[in-house]
């Protein structure tokens, strides 16, 4: 199967965000993003602060967190922020924004969660159409104060998602390149929904859930791969596992070995 540029020499001709990504992996040493998905703020805070040091980024569900008050949520965000430039990863808000350019504006920046201010990378569903990009576009570029990026969802790891059907693929895939001062990459099982109809890989991140060495699904629905599937056979970047570190006895060492596994595969696949 073939090979695929280093990490560090996508970086050169990268944007900001993925510059900024790219170089902190080369430099940590890894392809890991870890999905918090507790509900306790604390317990959130304490388990990013010790597997920190193993991961490229940290995703998020905010809406699932039980705060307690508006502030209580300003202290989270700032304190993952004061997290993130501690051990140097990049915050995902897993947001799913899903409706028409204007709304998903006020969902992006507004409410209680001001989402902009602290998450470096979002992600959108294709489904509204290009709206959707550049509604969350023009807040990106014109409000936020550092570079930001947005995924598009082009597949999902969940048993009979409709990512498969017809055109919906390669419409999610004309958005991306349409719009590449906002479009960073895709949420998909690998690099194949761009590499099959060009050669501008390169320019995107390619991020996978459902990674778990244990287990090979729940009860509803997900579906999942090994790392070394993943980044080495199906050329996604990323691998994110939630339940696979957080619900571990140690998740620290158990960081440590989706890092391991996950980077390994990157090197083997990487031309020199
Ligand atoms: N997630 C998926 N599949 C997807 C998308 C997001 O699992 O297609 I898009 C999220 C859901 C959860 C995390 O927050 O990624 C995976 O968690 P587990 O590793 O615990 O299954």
Known sequence: SAQTRSYASRAEKANPILKKLFGLMEEKKTNLCVS????????????????????????????????????????FTASLTALSQKHNFLIFEDRKFADIGSTVQHQYRGGVYNIVEWAHITNAHSFPGPGIVTGLGEVMLKE???????????????????????????????????????????????????????DDSDDFIFMTPGVNLADKGDAHGQQYQSPE????????????????????????????????????????????
């Open 36 to 75: 918090v998905d507790y509900t306790d703020p604390s317990k959130i805070l304490d388990i990013i602060d010790k597997v920190g040091p193993k991961v490229c980024m940290v995703k998020t569900h905010i809406d699932i967190i039980s705060f307690s008050s508006v502030d209580a949520i300003r202290s």
């Open 144 to 198: 936020a104060k550092e570079p930001r990026g947005l995924l598009l969802l082009a597949e999902m790891s969940s048993a009979g998602n409709l990512s498969t059907e017809g055109a919906y693929r390669a419409k999610t895939l004309q958005m991306a390149r349409d719009h590449k001062d906002i479009v960073c990459g895709f949420i998909a099982m690998g690099n194949q929904i761009v590499t099959e109809s060009g």
């Open 229 to 272: 599937f993943v980044i080495g056979e199906k050329k996604s970047d990323i691998i994110i596992v939630g339940r696979g570190i957080i619900k571990a006895e140690d998740p620290v060492a158990v960081a440590e070995k989706y890092r391991a596994a996950g980077w390994e595969a990157y090197e083997k696949r990487t031309v020199a």
